[in-house]
Structure formats: structure tokens, C-alpha cells
């Protein structure tokens, strides 16, 4: 339900007007980090159009709520990337089951996640169905990266931008709803970075540590070994194939800053590694740690406008080895 959203309340509270007042948008564009709640945001949000008991929300009793939860409801439909990219015959799809009546529901609703992985002539297609769109039908674009949408389409959507959630609120969020301990929730608010999805998955997956090893192995270039270099191309394939990988390189990079510049313990993510972290930190000067954060976050940008993976990550470690063994 919209109700159990945990943060968001600008986004819900826009979306639970709408409902009331029944002035729906034909098209919505949601924007925010990966894992942040973009995709439970939206499905609530369909069930809400076509739940059979309540106005301004979803009861998640009703048929047309249970059958949105199972994925076989006649009238929503979720339109993820066919491989890397999202294709002009899926566009089609869209365009013409979307020109009919609503069988089950009040609307049919359709979901586009990743949105920004549109080819040229999906994008174009989405277009037309903006500037002419059919009945009662909502469209919802979901994006990690909302520079990577078309102007002409952020301009016929009703935007909304996820923000990450204030770290002490998740952690008060997820002890309450979750039935966790304290320290477990502050961990997942922490290594989530705010983000409830990523934190649901890490307290559910309860570890993640070969994406840890692989972030702590990057972090040995910290000790200027010539015999490191080997095990670049290595570490590059294995990044490659981890998700999640990145995100905790740099939650470490970002800790590695915040010690040199003495904040508190209690801000860092990886706090029970604090005396590793103090040890690196004091061999290197805030520019060079900077210089990895913005080196990692401009691979995994390429790599999400589908840049060979591993080509990418070689040339981010090789990088930072040349960075990490220059003093400043």
C-alpha cells in the first residue's frame, strides 16, 4: 500500500492527492538512485488506479490487488529491458494494447523500468504515445538517470524524484516494520546509503559479502604494490558481473574521505573497519581521494549507458592505481 511507503512523502502524498481529486496524469516520470523505491512506488500506485475497495490507496485484499501482486493482471503490465536495451517491438506492444479499454480495471497501467535504456526509436515511439495518448491509460517511466531522457518526453510527464531517505529516519523505519535490532538496521541504512530498497535486500539477503571482498581486494592499490597491477584484469571481470559492486567501492572510498577530514565514526558505513580505514587514510591527501570517488562514479555511469563493462572497469582500476601511487 502507498500508506507502507517507508520516506517519499512528497511523492506519496502527491500521488494520494491525485487519486482523491481524480485528476490522474496520463503519463508520470519517476527519477531516482537504483534500489531507492521508484518500483514499489509504482505498483502500489497502479493497484491504487484499480483497487475494487479504496480511494485513495490499495486494500491489497481485493482481486484486481491480489492480481496485480501475482503479475496477472489483464490491465498493468511491467516493460523491462529485452537484454540491454529497451526495444521498438516492446514500444509497439505498448502502443497497441494500450489503444483499448480496460478489461479488469479502472486503467490500464503501464510501467517502463530503466527507462533511460530506450534505443532511439523506442524513445521516439513513447513519444507519439505522450502527444496523443489513448483513454485511460497511464503510462510510468522509471530512471536512474533522468538526464538520459528525452526533453521532449520529461516535458509531457508529471515528474517525481525519489531522494535517498535520511539515514536515522530508515534505520528508525526498518527496526519498527522489520523487527530487527538497532545495530542490524543502522548497517543496512548505512550500507544502502538511504536507498529502502537496497536495505530491504541487503537485511533479506542478510550478507554481501563477496561484493565486500571484491570492494576490500580494489582497496589493497592503497598500498602502492607494483604486484597488484596482475590482478587488475581479474578484478575487472569480477566487478563486471556483481551489481552491487561499485556502489560499495565507493561507500568505502567515501569513508576512506570522511576519516581523512575526521568526521564522526558514527557517519561511515564500514565504522567496524575503522582502524583499516585510518591506516589508508593517513598515506593519502583528500584530492587523491576525491579523484577515486569521481573516477568510479563516471565508470558506472558509462557502464550504464552500456559501455563494455569490462573494458571500463580496467581502465577505472588502472586509474586509480596511478592515482593512489602518485603523491601529492
Known amino acids: 500500500m502507498l500508506d507502507d511507503v517507508m520516506g517519499h512523502g512528497s511523492v506519496v502524498k502527491s500521488l494520494k492527492n491525485a487519486l482523491r481529486s481524480k485528476k490522474i496524469a496520463n503519463s508520470y516520470l ?63 506492444v505498448l502502443q497497441r494494447q494500450g489503444s483499448y479499454r480496460a478489461v479488469e480495471g479502472n486503467y490500464k497501467v503501464y510501467m517502463i523500468t530503466q527507462a533511460e535504456k530506450m534505443t532511439a526509436e523506442a524513445a521516439n ?8 495518448p489513448p483513454g485511460l491509460m497511464v503510462l510510468i517511466l522509471l530512471t536512474s538517470i533522468y538526464t538520459a531522457i528525452l526533453p521532449t518526453i520529461r516535458s509531457r510527464c508529471h515528474s517525481l524524484k525519489f531522494n535517498p531517505i535520511p539515514l536515522n529516519l530508515l ?55 607494483r604486484k ?47 582502524e583499516s580505514l585510518k591506516k589508508i587514510a593517513s598515506q593519502y591527501s583528500d584530492i587523491q581521494m576525491e579523484n577515486l570517488i ?6 558506472k555511469y558509462l557502464i550504464q549507458r552500456n559501455i563494455n563493462s569490462n573494458l571500463a572497469l580496467e581502465v577505472m582500476m ?3 592505481f596511478d592515482n593512489l601511487t602518485t603523491r601529492f
Open 30 to 92: 519517476f527519477s531516482g538512485l537504483e534500489g531507492i523505491g521508484k518500483e514499489f512506488v509504482a505498483l502500489n500506485f497502479a493497484k491504487a488506479l484499480n483497487c475494487n475497495e479504496v480511494d485513495d490507496d490499495c486494500c491489497d485484499k481485493c482481486i484486481s490487488c491480489r492480481k496485480i501482486n501475482d503479475g496477472n493482471h489483464a490491465d498493468v503490465m511491467i516493460i523491462r529491458p529485452a537484454g540491454t536495451r529497451l526495444k521498438i517491438d516492446q514500444m509497439r
Open 171 to 225: 534505520r528508525d523505519e526498518l527496526v519498527s516494520r522489520m523487527n530487527i535490532t538497532e545495530s542490524k538496521a543502522k548497517w543496512a541504512a548505512l550500507r544502502s546509503r538511504g536507498m529502502v530498497g537496497k536495505a530491504l535486500e541487503l537485511i533479506k539477503s542478510d550478507k554481501d559479502d563477496s561484493e565486500d571482498k571484491l570492494s576490500k581486494d580494489l582497496l589493497r592499490l592503497s598500498d602502492g604494490s
Open 294 to 299: 569521481r573516477n568510479t562514479i563516471k565508470i
Open 228 to 274: 597488484f597491477l596482475l590482478n587488475i584484469f581479474k578484478n575487472a571481470e569480477s566487478l563486471g558481473k556483481t551489481e552491487n559492486a561499485l556502489d560499495i567501492l565507493i561507500s568505502w572510498y567515501r569513508d576512506l574521505l570522511l576519516v581523512k577530514q575526521n568526521y564522526p565514526e558514527e557517519l561511515l558505513v564500514h565504522s567496524d573497519e575503522i
Open 318 to 320: 588502472l586509474h586509480s
Open 125 to 132: 515511439s513513447i513519444l507519439k504515445i505522450l502527444e496523443e
